[in-house]
């Protein structure tokens, strides 16, 4: 059910993406017709947050089923007493599924209006709160305990402090302000803190501001099937080539029972220092972050052999991840996608750079996983094809769990290597909308098959390095 635009895109990134999802084989395979109802169907769902709220449980310190009976009981406070099931996956034992209500047709608009920022906009769909940087404009005579509607600058047109807005805005919801309008707009010190509580989200999902925080972590479904694929064993050595901000790396190991070494990129100090709070908060001591440029982290000549931190000596990994920097155009929701067709297809480049390194520093008979969170085929299959030609060494692998879909025609792939890749494509999805009552219809196995296909854009291919 659609209740969004659909995802705003400059002329040219539209153009180019339409040629992708448009492209000769796709044509040829599908037909005009189908080929454009998907493409449709995929703007429409990008501008939707995904059906189900994803969390992956801390089972270094807890068991599943007892942190699932924990959160439960924070949900049902959350909620007011509505009953909402908590799945567990049945191909990804330590994940943890909560449908999304919505959207919700009762709400109703209130006078008194509050406008976000797109950004701020999205993460309300996905369950937060309002935190007062995120505030652009607010009524008049706004104070602290009133009700108040929220609205999404979805085009980023509002100007900071403004009254009244009367350009394109997207209404996701109602909630009360714990700031007035004048500590909002009049403070001198940094603004911080919650602004507006949510109280009637049009899409109702939980918030996890600080709950159960050791225990969960908050990960999209397919984030969470890479570190599945990689299949990391105790003892082994790893390397997450560009990690922030940890999600990947803490599930990793976990998977390896915090045994063996998990080396963690990035290049920004920040985000490493964000790595680092994460794997002190899950209590995992076998990760190591370094604020490193994984395109540098090959010791070019000699290098010190069992160096702790980069540059690595060639084949020193067992296993690699390279979850490259990407277009990001698989994330949802999001109703306005602002980047030049420039920045779309600068990511290649770099994503090639990053993969002739974890080619070097894979040990022969390793396994290299690659994934991003975007659609593009330049991105996904096409960087398969080029590394199968680039490197004779390498061979594309089958992968568990398979729970996408198989890769995009278009790259010139054969079937049976686009059945080993794995894509998440939001235009699969059925935006059917859901309700309690409409819940407690659906049998277990369309649940969890909803939930499969109904998530964020993603791809992922495996390799092993032939000795």
């Not at 659609?2 to 400059?10: A, D, Q, T, Y």
């Not at 993460?123 to 995120?134: E, M, Q, S």
């Not at 792939?413 to 659906?442: H, I, Y």
Request: charged content about 20%.
């Amino acid at each position: 059910m659609s209740v969004f635009p659909k995802i705003s895109l400059r002329a040219k990134v539209e153009e180019y993406l339409r040629a992708t999802f448009k492209n000769d084989e796709l044509l040829t395979a599908l037909g005009a017709v189908e080929a454009e109802r998907k493409y449709e169907s995929l703007l429409n769902n990008l501008s939707h947050p995904p059906a189900f709220t994803t969390v992956r449980v801390n089972t270094h310190l807890a068991s599943v089923e007892d942190v699932r009976g924990l959160l439960s009981e924070e949900i049902h406070k959350q909620y007011t007493s509505l009953t909402v099931p908590v799945l567990r996956h049945p191909k990804l034992p330590d994940i943890l599924l909560i449908p999304v209500i919505g959207p919700r047709k009762d709400v109703q608009k209130l006078t008194n209006e509050v406008i976000v920022g797109a950004q701020c906009g999205n993460a309300v769909l996905r369950g937060a709160h309002v935190y007062a940087p995120g505030i652009i404009s607010a009524s008049k005579f706004m104070k602290a305990g009133d009700s108040v509607s929220v609205y999404s600058d979805i085009e980023g047109k509002c100007k900071r402090g403004a009254k009244e807005f009367l350009g394109s805005k997207v209404f996701i919801g109602n909630g009360i302000s714990e700031l007035s309008r004048n500590e909002i707009f009049n403070s001198t010190g940094p603004l911080k803190g919650m602004g507006i509580k949510m109280t009637e989200p049009i899409y109702l999902s939980p918030s996890f501001d600080k709950m159960l925080s050791s225990y969960l972590f908050l990960q999209n479904l397919p984030s969470s099937v890479v570190s599945y694929v990689l299949n990391p064993q105790p003892g082994q050595r790893i390397l997450d080539m560009c990690a922030a901000p940890g999600g990947k790396t803490t599930h990793l190991a976990t998977l390896m029972c915090d045994e063996g070494e998990v080396i963690a990129l990035d290049k920004i100090a920040e985000k490493v220092k964000k790595i680092k709070q994460n794997a002190a908060l899950l209590k995992l001591n076998c990760i190591k972050a370094f604020c490193h440029d994984g395109t540098k982290a090959l010791a070019i000549g000699k290098g010190e052999d069992g160096q702790e931190g980069p540059p690595f000596l060639p084949e020193s990994f067992d296993r690699i991840l390279l979850d490259a920097p990407c277009s990001g155009m698989g994330q949802r929701p999001n109703m306005v996608y602002s980047w030049s067709l420039k920045e779309v297809t600068s990511y290649q480049p770099l994503q090639r750079k990053l993969f002739r390194v974890a080619v070097q520093l894979l040990k022969p008979g390793g396994i290299l996983v690659y994934s991003t969170c975007t659609i593009t085929l330049s991105e996904n299959e096409e960087q398969v094809a080029w590394a199968l030609e680039t490197f004779p060494c390498l061979q594309l692998q089958s992968q568990e769990p398979h729970i996408g879909g198989e890769g995009m025609m278009g790259a010139g792939l054969s079937p049976e290597q686009l059945k080993k890749l794995q894509r998440f494509d939001p235009s699969e999805a059925v935006l059917q909308g859901m309700d309690l009552n409409s819940l407690q219809e659906f049998r277990y196995e369309d649940l969890i098959s909803m939930a499969n296909k109904d998530c964020i854009g993603f791809f992922i291919a495996k390799f092993i390095k032939v000795p």
